[in-house]
Each structure stands twice: as C-alpha cells, then as structure tokens.
C-alpha cells in the first residue's frame, strides 16, 4: 500500500494592491442577475516573489487603466466577481490579473465576507514566472466611495 505524507496549506502574502474603480458602467439585469461593470482606472500594487523561498524578493509598480471589475448579484442577493486587468511593474514587465470573487454583504449593508482565487499571468521563464506557478487566494474590500470613484484593496496570499 502506499504510503501518503499529509502536507497541510500555509497561506503567505504575496501581493496588495490600490485599485481605483470608478461608477457602473452597466447595470442591468441578466439571466443570472443583476449586472455591473465598473472601469478600473488606476492604482498601485506592491508584493513579494517567492515568498516561501530563501530568496524572496520584492516588486510594485501601476495598475494599468483600461481593466474591468464585472459583477453578479445573484437572486440571493451574494455578489459575484471578476476583476480583469493588467500590471505593470516598476522594471517595465506586464502582468495580467485575473481575480474572482465571492462577497457577501450583511443586513447593515457593510460586506461580511470576501474570499477570492487570484490568477496572474506573467512572461515565462522570466523573473515573475513564480506567478504562473502557485495558487493565489485573496481578498478584497471595498472604501467608501467619493465623487464616484473608490479604492479597492486586494490582498494576495500564496498557499505553499
């Protein structure tokens, strides 16, 4: 028989990111509910390769404009999301992010829970290619709006 040894997950940050957002481009209902899709506009990010390793090291640089945060309000009333946009570092190299999300907002109307799989795509072979290679797990939470604009901050963690 074989012999299995259990490995348990550890979760380690690896990544924060600022994302500016700003007003629903759309809102309107669907077969699946209510959509929204609000532009991303900007931010910064900052984060750790390799954090697991001997030899961590850091990186940050600018969300790029041009992203999508599109959401689902479910019947339940539980939002649905996925975030699409692009990075690019402090040493020229673009990232893609693609996060999804689950968030569930309470009776108060403050979100209660946000869990989210985070996907990056990076160049292989190249230093960020530590990126293509790990499960990336998240959360998000949302600031409070202003002048129809509003922060965003992801928080990043490789399980190891």
Not at 34 to 47: A, E
Not at 104 to 118: C, M, T, V
Not at 141 to 159: H, I, K, M, S
């Amino acid at each position: 028989m074989m012999q299995f040894s259990p490995t348990d997950p550890k979760l380690i940050q690896c990544f924060q990111a600022d994302v500016d957002v700003t007003g629903a481009l759309l809102s309107q209902p669907g077969p699946t509910g209510q959509r929204n899709v609000y532009p991303i506009v900007g931010g910064r990010f900052t984060g750790t390769i390799a954090p697991e390793t001997d030899s961590p090291r850091s990186f940050a640089g600018d969300i790029l404009p041009g992203g999508f945060d599109m959401q689902r309000v479910r019947s339940d009333e539980l939002k649905e999301l996925e975030a699409i946009y692009h990075l690019r570092t402090d040493d020229g190299v673009f990232l893609e992010v693609r996060n999804r999300a689950l968030v569930i907002y309470g009776p108060d109307g403050r979100q209660h829970y946000s869990r989210s799989r985070i996907h990056f795509e990076a160049p292989t072979g190249g230093p960020y290619s530590w990126l293509n290679e790990r499960v990336i797990v998240g959360t998000t939470e949302v600031g409070d709006w202003q002048d129809n604009r509003v922060v965003v901050r992801v928080r990043g963690f490789a399980v190891v």
